[in-house]
């Protein structure tokens, strides 16, 4: 690469949605770029920022946390409404688990109430009394990755996407609600998923499928990621799928 590349990952409220170890998916995104000698710059957008800046971000991600926590920064981002739907439509990068993924449809019901969501995605989330919690290991067959990609879920809401395409065919595992057997969505560069584990470092190519969109919005003449050595990635990956669909 004989331009210098460099990227800004945003990521949304990490003192409040990082229930589930999901700022490991920042860490594998930045060390990834960094072996490949691509600059990263991390910005933390905390409950005590000012302001966002969504003009210069290259990723945005936001991760899972209780209902509590997700009302807060629900109601935090529907100022910033407008600005995230017009990224997403221009092809911005987000990545969004749990209750990030729940943050990103039209809305999502608790035990206690309905939440209005930020409307980027055309899907809901509905919470089914006395319904058991969807949880355990989950496998996907995915149409972007050549590579399954494998996760752990842990969710009560049940999404439904109605006609974006998911993430990928579950194989194992519950998805996004139990009956549909998909799970998550994509739709444009965003990603919503409820895989956590963190997801990236046992799905190097879906990582890489994330940077690999960043990059070519970012620089029109980026041509692509070189190689890395995942063997230590790809074993993990290997486990989970041989150890639950073999």
């Known amino acids: 690469m004989s331009e210098k590349y460099s990227l800004n990952i945003v990521h949304l409220y990490p003192d409040l949605l990082n229930l589930y170890g999901d700022k490991g998916n920042i860490e594998c995104m930045r060390k990834r770029l960094l072996w490949r000698g691509i600059d990263v710059n991390v910005i933390e957008c905390t409950n005590q920022s000012p302001e966002i800046d969504f003009e210069n971000a290259d990723i945005i991600f936001v991760g899972g946390g209780s209902d509590r926590e997700q009302e807060i920064v629900c109601n935090k981002l529907l100022k910033k409404k407008a600005e995230l739907c017009a990224y997403a439509e221009d092809n911005g990068v987000i990545v969004a688990v749990c209750g990030g993924y729940q943050l990103l449809g039209k809305y999502y019901k608790t035990e206690k109430t309905e939440i209005e969501g930020l409307g980027i995605l055309d899907i809901y989330t509905d919470s089914i009394p006395n319904a058991p919690r969807l949880i355990g290991n989950i496998v996907l067959e995915s149409e972007i990755t050549a590579q399954k990609i494998v996760g752990f879920e842990n969710h009560g809401g049940r999404t439904v996407i109605g006609s974006h395409k ?42 890489d499928y994330v940077l690999t969109n960043a990059l070519k919005r970012r620089y029109k003449a980026f041509e692509g990621l070189t190689t890395l050595d995942d063997e230590l990635e790809n074993t993990a990956n290997d486990y989970i799928v041989d150890r639950f669909t073999k």
């Open 166 to 207: 998911p993430l990928g065919k579950v194989i194992y595992g519950k998805g996004n609600n139990g009956e549909s057997g998909y799970e998550g969505v994509v739709y444009k560069n965003v990603i919503g998923t409820y895989l956590h584990g963190p997801i990236f470092p046992k799905n190097p190519q879906l990582c």
